[in-house]
Nanobody
């Protein structure tokens, strides 16, 4: 079992930066893929970014790769997602997920179906 807890969401203004964090309960989080997805109101959940077990490989959705940065802090069993130049269309619930069957993402985008564990999500609202 892996428990994932996201934090860092909130109400921000367009153009601001924000960093989301995800803490994994399982100590061996350094051995598997983790990722971020988001779901805007009325839309399907979509892939944002994923990262390999050691942080050495990262994948991004083309729509966010210039403004989003995923990173991993293995000593703290956490991953982060920094979002720069926030836009109103970035407003969504952001979910952290773990793919414990892989140490490197299989492809870009990382399929939602490959992720076994999910956090509860953290709301990001960007005002214009």
């Amino acid at each position: 079992q892996v428990q994932l807890v996201e934090s860092g969401g909130g109400l921000v203004k367009a153009g601001d930066s924000l960093t989301l964090s995800c803490a994994a309960s399982r100590r061996t989080s350094s051995t598997y893929v983790m990722g971020w997805f988001r779901q805007a109101p009325g839309k399907e959940r979509e892939f944002v970014a994923s990262i390999s077990y050691n942080g050495g490989s990262t994948f991004y959705s083309p729509s966010v790769k210039d403004r989003f940065t995923i990173s991993k802090q293995n000593t703290k069993n956490t991953i982060s997602l920094r979002i720069d130049a926030l836009k109103p269309e970035d407003s969504a619930v952001y979910y952290c997920a773990a793919d414990i069957d892989r140490d490197v993402p299989s492809r870009n985008p990382s399929p939602e179906s490959e992720f076994d564990y999910w956090g509860q999500g953290t709301q990001v609202t960007v005002s214009s």
